[in-house]
């Protein structure tokens, strides 16, 4: 007999060893992520996907799914309280949605669509961070940052390199690039590299291709994150 | 220096777990940890520079810039605070000539703030070059300046400049008397392995770190997993504001932390165990050292132990500055040369620890109480103190007392008892716990001393009528933001959201529905955090705003929106920049009503 688990009242099949995103994925139940990506290993730090199970608060993209477990996902409850996760995120950087070259396809934007959110809600920390544009196809803008690793992730597991850490403590943490002038064009990254793609919002960018596509006919603009994520992230 | 580091490189095997201790090293030769020295450690550990880079950056005590050859630090705690610091802290500034938090022009010395350097009972404290001062006063602040100003050698200092006083005012089972050397371990020879582990189960003994798991289903569950190695950690990062008893019991019980730690390796079957150390407690590292080498030659330790078979070692490895390695899956993490982020869970470390094998993370007072049970047996043990907490639990009391010092009590113990011991008068409240515990008012002194009423990791810092509880609340969340590793949302942005949104308050540019703002981001926090240090980071304002509701309205302005900062002192620059000093180059908050 199938093993399930239930969320939100709605009964979902998982095999040992998935995490909850895992089999939410592919049960078609979207939980909100932005830190997370089925291709690398969980990282649990955004938070956005918490979810309630059996009363208590667990990051669904690293907690391993178990026999039974109750699961609360799309409660009010949750969803406020992502929102203003989200709108952490949104005062901790400098985002600039509507000059953004990434607006549009920026999960960050796409999550706060998502969840309805209208407004920054917190006060602004306006930190001070640079822009790097010293390779030749690539751009990091800093200000977009939101520490989710999925860049040191996908050059270590993918690309065999390892150009990102994220170095510092607390609100001052920081992407640092590993070369030796911490600049990226003496970096070993190349614009093929999965690390140069994966950025959920726009702080890692290709140059010269941020308007290929018109605003107003991009990824968020015309379907909301939760079909999109669930299309991308159950293919094969 | 590539030479320093190549022989340093060399001692330790050329092994990035053993990146702080390199660290530390160069930190203390060279005043900072330069590109070149990164360059340099990376190709011989074979790690990337950014690696190393994450790891400077992550600890308070490790610098990319150059800091004085005298390098102070003073301690942040509330009670230094509540003893004068601030004051005496301008007045070291004064006599140095340089501002606080700088270094000064001719890199001689450093000047800067540090959290709770584990001294509450003799402050204010600080660190010089690592090593502790403690009592400070104006006289000692002029001998030390002196001393600086001559750039004496710190070891021809006179020592009472350095002198830590143990300070151990009431003594029960544990602080009694320290147990005879391996006696706790022939016991449990003669015993058996199996039978003192159920000796321990029989005590209840619980974590006395403050979480209180119980310790013989850890040992147990450690045991049980299929591996080939083990590990024992003794965590004396005692990073609560407000605790010491670690320290005291590394200076006077080793032996018997460093026994409870054996028989933990031989029932569980580790062959290593590790003594994480805190970077303020440097001053006890060679003495701990000696009491080593004690334990090996008597053959305590090391092959063989007693004939028995049984192997161990321990080695003590420091931190270098950051509170959240006291949580126990971040101190492995910089156990192993990395920056402490608190590990996903599960795995839990009895699983998946150090190096990823099974590892017991135990207090250094649970290890004390191991050994006195493995002479005593459960039974003994379970009878003092309550239900669900047995045995007695030390606390580390300081603050507006007589008598700040060592105390140890049976469980169940009651507040009112313990404040009439330490002849505290006129009493506000108590902060029981530390800045991640609670804070109890003085309509609550009927409470007990339990994990089924007031859990404490030790800290027990009292304050008297004339405090404000505002500025320890103050105190508190700007430790925390401090803090934070920063790897999760809620914790890395709401802790200093929650620094911002206080402060407002407090400095008086609240309104209407900013102390409901406060609350509402308190909780987002505390559900939301990925470990202890962010659940428990709203605790100083929850506790405090559930008690005294007054004090935080009493603050906020009648008008239904303040601007969160100074309007009129932000146009200073302008005014400075347009030459202006009429009266139109000032603006009020608000318009006249």
């Known amino acids: 007999m199938n093993k399930t688990i239930s969320i939100d009242g709605k009964t979902i099949p998982f095999k040992t060893g998935q995490t909850i995103i895992e089999a939410a994925t592919a049960a078609g139940v979207y939980i909100p992520h932005l830190c997370h990506n089925p291709d690398y290993k969980p990282h649990g730090s955004c938070k956005l996907c918490t979810v309630k199970i059996n009363g208590r608060n667990c990051s669904a993209c690293t907690f391993p799914a178990t026999e039974g477990q109750e699961i609360l996902n799309k409660t009010p409850e949750l969803e406020n309280d992502r929102r203003k996760i989200t709108q952490m995120l949104f005062v901790e950087g400098n985002h600039f949605c509507p000059s953004c070259e990434q607006s549009g396809n920026c999960q960050l934007q796409g999550l706060g669509y998502y969840l309805s959110m209208k407004d920054n809600h917190f006060p602004h920390f306006f930190a001070n961070r640079e822009l790097d544009a010293s390779h030749p196809e690539l751009l990091i803008d800093h200000n977009r940052c939101i520490f989710c690793n999925l860049c040191v992730r996908a050059s270590q597991q993918s690309d065999g390199k390892n150009v990102f850490v994220i170095s510092g403590r607390g609100i001052n943490k920081r992407l640092t690039v590993n070369s030796t002038t911490g600049k990226l064009k003496d970096s070993n990254i190349s614009v093929d590299d999965c690390a140069a793609q994966i950025c959920p919002t726009g702080a890692i960018l290709k140059k010269r291709t941020a308007y290929a596509v018109p605003i107003g006919q991009r990824l968020y603009d015309t379907k909301k994150i939760d079909e999109i994520a669930l299309e991308q992230e159950n293919k094969e | 220096m590539k030479k320093f580091i190549q022989e340093l490189c060399e001692k330790n095997n050329f092994q ?16 900072f940890i330069s590109k070149e020295d990164i360059e340099i450690l990376s190709n011989l550990l074979k790690i990337e520079s950014t690696q190393i880079i994450s790891v400077v950056e992550f600890y308070s005590f490790f610098h990319l810039k150059p800091r004085g050859h005298y390098d102070i630090f003073l301690s942040d705690s509330i009670t230094d605070q509540m003893l004068g610091q601030q004051s005496l802290a301008n007045y070291f500034a004064k006599k140095l000539k340089l501002q606080l938090g700088q270094v000064r022009d001719d890199g001689l010395v450093s000047l800067a703030y540090t959290s709770c350097t584990g001294m509450c009972d003799q402050g204010p404290a600080g660190l010089i070059n690592g090593y502790p001062i403690t009592q400070l006063n104006k006289a000692r602040i002029n001998t030390i300046v002196n001393l600086i100003e001559t750039q004496t050698a710190i070891q021809d200092w006179p020592r009472s ?53 119980n310790t013989a289903m850890k040992w147990q569950f450690c045991s049980e997993e299929q591996s080939s190695e083990r590990y024992v950690v003794c965590n004396a990062d005692e990073g609560e504001p407000g605790t010491f008893k670690d320290r005291v019991l590394l200076n006077k019980y080793a032996n018997q932390v460093f026994e409870g730690m054996t028989l933990c390796a031989a029932i569980i079957g580790a062959e290593q165990g590790f003594l994480y150390l805190r970077a303020e407690y440097l001053h006890l590292y060679s003495s701990l050292k000696v009491v080593l080498a004690d334990r090996y030659e008597k053959n305590l330790l090391g092959n063989n132990i007693l004939q028995k078979n049984i192997n161990f070692n321990i080695e003590i490895r420091l931190g270098a500055g950051a509170y959240i390695c006291g949580e126990e899956s971040a101190l492995i993490e910089s156990l192993e040369g990395k920056p402490g982020i608190p590990r996903n869970r599960p795995p839990y470390p009895v699983v998946e620890g150090y190096l990823n094998k099974p590892t017991v993370v135990n207090n250094v007072e649970t290890f004390l109480a191991a050994a006195k049970i493995a002479i005593i047996g459960g039974q003994a043990f379970a009878k003092i103190g309550i239900k669900k907490s047995t045995g007695t639990k030390l606390l580390s009391i300081s603050g507006d007392c007589e008598r700040a010092g060592i105390y140890e009590y049976p469980f169940g113990t009651t507040i009112r008892q313990i404040l009439d011991d330490c002849g505290a008068k006129n009493v506000l409240g108590v902060q029981v716990g530390g800045p991640s515990g609670t804070f109890i008012s003085n309509q609550e002194f009927d409470r007990r001393l339990a994990f089924e009423d007031l859990a ?15 500025d320890l609340v103050k105190n508190f969340t ?9 790897f999760c949302t809620p914790c890395r942005v709401g802790t200093s959201l929650l620094k911002k949104q206080l402060d407002k308050i407090v400095d008086g540019h609240g309104s209407a529905g900013d102390v409901v ?42 008008i239904s929106y303040e601007p969160g900062f100074d309007l009129n002192a932000s146009l200073a620059t302008a005014r400075q920049l347009a030459n202006r000093d009429d009266s139109g180059a000032y603006l009020a908050q608000v318009e006249d009503e």
């Open chain 2, 16 to 31: 990035s777990v053993h990146l702080l201790t390199i660290l530390r090293k160069i930190q203390t030769k060279y005043f």
């Open chain 2, 161 to 213: 400049i350095f002198t830590v006083n143990d300070n151990i005012y009431k003594t029960d089972l544990l602080l009694h008397q320290e147990i005879t050397q391996g006696e706790a371990l022939k016991a449990t020879f003669n015993r058996g392995l199996i039978a003192t582990l159920d000796e321990l189960k029989q005590s209840g003994l619980r974590g006395r770190g403050g979480a209180g798991f």
């Open chain 2, 456 to 470: 404490t990791g030790g800290s027990f810092i009292i304050f008297n009528q004339q405090r404000h509880i505002l």
């Open chain 2, 478 to 486: 700007h430790f925390f933001a401090h803090e934070s590793c920063g």
């Open chain 2, 517 to 558: 703002a406060l609350e509402e981001l308190c909780q987002l926090v505390k559900n939301y955090s990925h470990c202890g240090l962010g659940q428990t980071a709203a605790n100083p304002i929850l506790s405090t705003l559930q008690r005294y509701p007054e004090i935080y309205q009493s603050k906020l302005k009648a």
